[in-house]
């Protein structure tokens, strides 16, 4: 008789955690993170069964004596590569994972993110958003900044929010220690023609945080022109 896709990853997962009796595994292994892999892809394509699979990933977890908060450092790494290979939505499922395991504002930030970027997959609502940052908002740290003022200009959008997103540019500090990533980040995204990473190096040129590259500024001026929605003084120097 075939067995049922939970059977199986039962099998697998009583097979390792046997086979760690006669050498110590770890959770960075190969053979570990494959097997993470299965029962998160499980808990993705069919979430009916979400809670067996988080008792085998428990127990995976304690035949690798590994911490809560490694795990979920694991789970982290893990999503943000789903997401570098263009899988938000498997991402944001490891994500939250992650996050069931133990909060962490980094993880938090990077769900933020790709729900924002991405609510028309993902059923994210504005207060979940709100929710995810708001601790590193309160921490200072950029990319929690960042990710909260791009939700009050681009997904809420009203004249009020925009006010709010450019107070959270304000309040960015360019000695903190996220900001030169954050920098690199949304650069990165406005050197592809992104219009949130222009959108981004505007309102931190804007604020006096860097200066806005000569090299976009043609990119700049058509994001000008075909974005009536975005005021003008965005554009322009705060005083």
């Keep these: ?34 097997l993470l892999r299965k029962l998160i892809l499980a808990i993705f394509e069919d979430s009916s069964h979400k809670a067996e699979y988080l008792k085998l990933i428990e127990q995976v977890r ?15 790494s893990m999503g943000f590569d789903e997401y570098q290979k263009g899988s938000p939505a498997l991402a944001a499922t490891i994500f939250r994972l992650a996050l069931e395991i133990r909060p962490d504002e980094g993880i938090q930030n990077n769900l933020a993110y790709i729900c924002r970027r991405h609510r028309d ?17 309160r921490m200072g740290d950029t990319f929690s ?43 990165d995204l406005a050197e592809r023609q992104d219009e949130e990473g222009i959108l981004v ?22 994001l000008r022109q075909q974005r009536r929605d975005i005021p003008d003084w965005v554009f322009e120097k705060a005083q």
């Design 201 to 222: 190096l505007l309102w931190l040129d804007r604020h006096g945080k860097m200066e806005f590259p000569e090299r976009l500024k043609e990119s700049r001026d058509r």
């Design 145 to 187: 900044l960042i990710n909260m003022a791009l939700h009050f200009a681009i997904n809420l959008g009203r004249q009020d929010d925009l006010q709010l997103a450019d107070q959270m540019f304000r309040l960015i500090r360019t000695n903190s220690a996220s900001f030169s990533s954050a920098q690199e980040w949304w650069g």
């Design 62 to 76: 304690v035949v690798c004596d590994c911490s809560p908060s490694l795990l979920s450092a694991s789970f982290g």
């Design 121 to 137: 997959i993902l059923i994210s609502s504005d207060l979940e958003i709100l929710d995810l940052l708001l601790s590193g908002v």
């Design 1 to 34: 008789m075939k067995q049922t896709k939970l059977e199986n990853l039962t099998t697998q997962t009583q097979s390792f955690c046997a086979d760690s009796s006669t050498r110590p595994v770890f959770i960075f292994e190969h053979d570990t993170e494959a």
